[in-house]
């Protein structure tokens, strides 16, 4: 015996390949769909205590066939008891997968075994059966392609014929004893497998396997059914999206059969980096900017065509602005107008800040400054944009000077005013007065508050209040004079003073045009005289005083200056007699070395100022020649000097 098992073992090896492994035809025609209601299809079977049977079964739970009446079966048709340690198997025919490049397997199956010992797994060949490989493996991913596929990893009894021993094991019966329940179909249920890597195979057969052990073999067995090999079904469909609550975000949702598990998106975003593509079902999408985009997704299943789906996403977008600009600067009278495209009606706009809300794209009654507005449309999407509206420069005063009244009782206080970024022609008024002109320069006021406005061509406005103040009036406060005394010669004096005007005061005595600002004047011979008070203003009030002798007259103490100098300093700018009192003058001249007469007076107040024939007098020593009468005694006296002329 042990020198004849290679030999035999080798004959059987050949037999099976010489049974199974040459092709004597093939299919090549898909999609396969084989019911076995006429014969057995071509699928042939053998093995070690091989016992499948085709045909109708009527087994104590097998009791029918998948579909229609007839199908294969280990343990016979009838029954309940499959052989001892069989190796049997059921082998299909050739096909021909150069057209297929997607293949995908489905059958009925029902299995009733000992769970863990006895079962059945299914396999594939591509070398004429030299080698078989299991199709799929245990508690792989359920899904539409591939479900009620193995649901036993390691089946003691199909050791010899596979690896692993993955496959179907299991019945509907409880652990009884030392058979192992549990893990059966419990009914007809349908197998699915993709194919993947038969795809352009040129011949391909594939075989149900079963292993049974030589206890525990009291059950139905297992049994297949209405086999069909296809293309598998191109993963077809369409993909949805909406706007989400942030701006220029999308939700994309998938719409895709049968059970596609691989996704490639991309959303014609590059500018997006790595953001542009994804690999999730039903992705959420920022887009960089608000525009218009190709978005694809390519999507697959576990074994089936991949199809691309593409469609062109326009985003509601904010896409210009029309600004009409406020008027002046401060004015609400701005305008926005905005345009919304690829939106789906109707559409709400809103403009921040203001919390403005409304269905109209036109925005009035703005001020200036930077606003955000914003539409959402009826899908809820949305888009933004920020605008500025400039204010115009405000008009300002680059000129405003008001001069005051001058002088008590006048009218002539002024407004000189000028502006600057105003629009067009300017028009200024005053009030209370209502005056009004094209210039910002007024004349001749009064005293009072007055409010000049300016206004431009496009109702620009600017105002402004001042006021004009009146000095007080000049008024004499006192006036006060000392009388001479013969014994003391020029001792008369004469105080003045005044309140109000503006400014300092100056006083002027005449005759002899002596100024000051203090309004005391000493040194004055007896006589009537006259004192101006002027401000600086030039306005101005006239007094008088006269200065008299307290000891009667002294006609003989007349007194003529040895030297005056007219240079209009205000002192000592005219040649006069002093102390003259009570005298009657009857001729007084002043002659230059020549002898001509430079001087003539009759008048005892008459002086020289200094001039000859309309000019100054050259420096130098003139002479005098006086003669005048005393009043009181009628006395007449004779005087004659020298003067010297300085300036």
Same mark, same amino acid.
């Given at each position: 015996?042990?020198?004849?098992?290679?030999?035999?073992?080798?004959?059987?090896?050949?037999?099976?390949?010489?049974?199974?492994?040459?092709?004597?035809?093939?299919?090549?025609?898909?999609?396969?769909?084989?019911?076995?209601?006429?014969?057995?299809?071509?699928?042939?079977?053998?093995?070690?205590?091989?016992?499948?049977?085709?045909?109708?079964?009527?087994?104590?739970?097998?009791?029918?066939?998948?579909?229609?009446?007839?199908?294969?079966?280990?343990?016979?048709?009838?029954?309940?008891?499959?052989?001892?340690?069989?190796?049997?198997?059921?082998?299909?025919?050739?096909?021909?997968?150069?057209?297929?490049?997607?293949?995908?397997?489905?059958?009925?199956?029902?299995?009733?075994?000992?769970?863990?010992?006895?079962?059945?797994?299914?396999?594939?060949?591509?070398?004429?059966?030299?080698?078989?490989?299991?199709?799929?493996?245990?508690?792989?991913?359920?899904?539409?392609?591939?479900?009620?596929?193995?649901?036993?990893?390691?089946?003691?009894?199909?050791?010899?014929?596979?690896?692993?021993?993955?496959?179907?094991?299991?019945?509907?019966?409880?652990?009884?004893?030392?058979?192992?329940?549990?893990?059966?179909?419990? @009914?007809?249920?349908?197998?699915?497998?993709?194919?993947?890597?038969?795809?352009?195979?040129?011949?391909?057969?594939?075989?149900?396997?079963?292993?049974?052990?030589?206890?525990?073999?009291?059950?139905?067995?297992?049994?297949?059914?209405?086999?069909?090999? +296809?293309?598998?079904?191109? /993963?077809?469909?369409?993909?949805?999206?909406?706007?989400?609550?942030?701006?220029?975000?999308?939700?994309?949702?998938?719409?895709?059969?049968?059970?596609?598990?691989?996704?490639?998106?991309?959303?014609?975003?590059?500018?997006?980096?790595?953001?542009?593509?994804?690999?999730?079902?039903?992705?959420?999408?920022?887009?960089?900017?608000?525009?218009?985009?190709?978005?694809?997704?390519?999507?697959?299943?576990?074994?089936?065509?991949?199809?691309?789906?593409?469609?062109?996403?326009?985003?509601?977008?904010?896409?210009?602005?029309?600004?009409?600009?406020?008027?002046?600067?401060?004015?609400?009278?701005?305008?926005?107008?905005?345009?919304?495209?690829?939106?789906?009606?109707?559409?709400?706009?809103?403009?921040?800040? @203001?919390?403005?809300?409304?269905?109209?794209?036109?925005?009035?009654?703005?001020?200036?400054?930077?606003?955000?507005?914003?539409?959402?449309?009826?899908? /809820?999407?949305?888009? +933004?944009?920020?605008?500025?509206?400039?204010?115009?420069?405000?008009?300002?005063?680059?000129?405003?000077? +008001?001069?005051?009244?001058?002088?008590?009782?006048?009218?002539?206080?002024?407004?000189?005013?000028?502006?600057?970024?105003?629009?067009?022609?300017?028009?200024?008024?005053?009030?209370?007065?209502?005056?009004?002109?094209?210039?910002?320069?007024?004349?001749?006021?009064?005293?009072?508050?007055?409010?000049?406005?300016?206004?431009?061509?496009?109702?620009?406005?600017?105002?402004?209040?001042?006021?004009?103040?009146?000095?007080?009036?000049?008024?004499?406060?006192?006036?006060?004079?000392?009388?001479?005394?013969?014994?003391?010669?020029?001792?008369?004096?004469?105080?003045?003073?005044?309140?109000?005007?503006?400014?300092?005061?100056?006083?002027?005595?005449?005759?002899?045009?002596?100024?000051?600002?203090?309004?005391?004047?000493?040194?004055?011979?007896?006589?009537?005289?006259?004192?101006?008070?002027?401000?600086?203003?030039?306005?101005?009030?006239?007094?008088?005083?006269?200065?008299?002798?307290?000891?009667?007259?002294?006609?003989?103490?007349?007194?003529?200056?040895?030297?005056?100098?007219?240079?209009?300093?205000?002192?000592?700018?005219?040649?006069?007699?002093?102390?003259?009192?009570?005298?009657?003058?009857?001729?007084?001249?002043?002659?230059?070395?020549?002898?001509?007469?430079?001087?003539?007076?009759?008048?005892?107040?008459?002086?020289?100022?200094?001039?000859?024939? @309309?000019?100054?007098?050259? /420096?130098?020593?003139?002479?005098?020649?006086?003669?005048?009468?005393?009043?009181?005694?009628?006395?007449?006296?004779?005087?004659?000097?020298?003067?010297?002329?300085?300036?």
């Amino acid at each position: 015996m042990l020198t004849k098992f290679p030999i035999l073992f080798l004959g059987f090896l050949l037999s099976v390949h010489t049974l199974f492994g040459q092709c004597s035809s093939t299919i090549s025609s898909f999609p396969y769909s084989q019911n076995f209601e006429s014969n057995t299809g071509a699928w042939v079977s053998g093995g070690t205590n091989n016992d499948w049977a085709w045909g109708a079964p009527s087994k104590a739970f097998i009791t029918s066939a998948g579909g229609g009446n007839k199908c294969w079966v280990t343990g016979g048709l009838s029954g309940s008891f499959y052989n001892n340690g069989e190796r049997g198997y059921v082998v299909s025919p050739c096909f021909d997968f150069t057209n297929l490049p997607h293949p995908y397997f489905t059958c009925k199956v029902y299995w009733e075994c000992e769970n863990t010992y006895d079962g059945t797994t299914f396999q594939y060949t591509i070398n004429n059966g030299l080698t078989w490989h299991n199709v799929g493996a245990v508690n792989e991913p359920v899904n539409c392609m591939n479900e009620h596929w193995f649901n036993a990893g390691s089946i003691i009894n199909l050791n010899s014929m596979a690896s692993p021993s993955a496959g179907w094991a299991g019945t509907a019966l409880p652990t009884s004893g030392s058979c192992q329940g549990g893990g059966g179909s419990n @009914g007809w249920v349908t197998a699915k497998h993709c194919l993947t890597n038969l795809g352009g195979q040129t011949s391909v057969q594939f075989r149900f396997v079963f292993g049974a052990g030589t206890t525990c073999n009291a059950f139905d067995g297992f049994a297949f059914d209405d086999v069909t090999i +296809s293309e598998a079904p191109a /993963v077809n469909g369409d993909f949805t999206y909406a706007c989400t609550s942030q701006p220029d975000s999308y939700q994309f949702t998938l719409n895709a059969s049968p059970c596609p598990d691989n996704f490639s998106w991309n959303f014609g975003d590059p500018a997006s980096g790595t953001a542009n593509t994804s690999t999730v079902a039903n992705p959420m999408h920022t887009f960089s900017s608000p525009g218009t985009y190709t978005v694809s997704v390519s999507v697959g299943g576990p074994c089936n065509p991949s199809t691309t789906i593409t469609h062109v996403v326009s985003m509601l977008q904010l896409v210009s602005t029309v600004v009409s600009e406020p008027s002046c600067a401060g004015k609400t009278d701005g305008t926005i107008q905005v345009n919304a495209v690829n939106g789906v009606g109707p559409m709400q706009y809103s403009l921040q800040p @203001g919390n403005v809300q409304q269905s109209s794209s036109t925005f009035t009654q703005l001020g200036g400054g930077q606003y955000t507005l914003s539409v959402v449309d009826s899908k /809820v999407c949305q888009s +933004s944009l920020q605008t500025v509206l400039n204010n115009p420069s405000p008009m300002q005063w680059t000129e405003f000077v +008001s001069k005051d009244i001058s002088c008590f009782g006048m009218h002539d206080g002024q407004l000189n005013s000028m502006v600057s970024s105003a629009h067009g022609g300017l028009q200024f008024s005053l009030q209370p007065t209502g005056t009004s002109q094209g210039n910002g320069n007024f004349m001749m006021l009064n005293a009072g508050t007055y409010t000049v406005q300016v206004m431009d061509d496009h109702d620009c406005s600017l105002s402004r209040l001042f006021t004009i103040a009146e000095p007080d009036p000049l008024q004499l406060k006192f006036i006060h004079s000392t009388p001479i005394t013969c014994s003391k010669g020029e001792d008369g004096k004469i105080d003045i003073n005044y309140t109000g005007g503006t400014g300092n005061r100056f006083y002027t005595l005449f005759p002899g045009s002596i100024q000051n600002t203090t309004g005391s004047f000493s040194g004055l011979n007896a006589g009537s005289y006259t004192i101006i008070c002027t401000d600086q203003n030039a306005c101005s009030q006239t007094a008088t005083a006269n200065i008299a002798s307290q000891e009667g007259p002294c006609c003989n103490q007349v007194f003529v200056p040895n030297a005056f100098s007219p240079n209009g300093d205000g002192k000592n700018d005219e040649f006069f007699l002093r102390n003259a009192l009570d005298i009657e003058l009857i001729d007084f001249k002043v002659y230059n070395r020549w002898g001509e007469a430079v001087f003539i007076a009759q008048n005892i107040n008459d002086f020289w100022n200094g001039h000859y024939m @309309g000019h100054d007098a050259e /420096v130098g020593t003139y002479y005098y020649l006086l003669r005048y009468r005393c009043n009181s005694s009628g006395k007449e006296y004779d005087l004659k000097g020298d003067v010297t002329l300085l300036r």
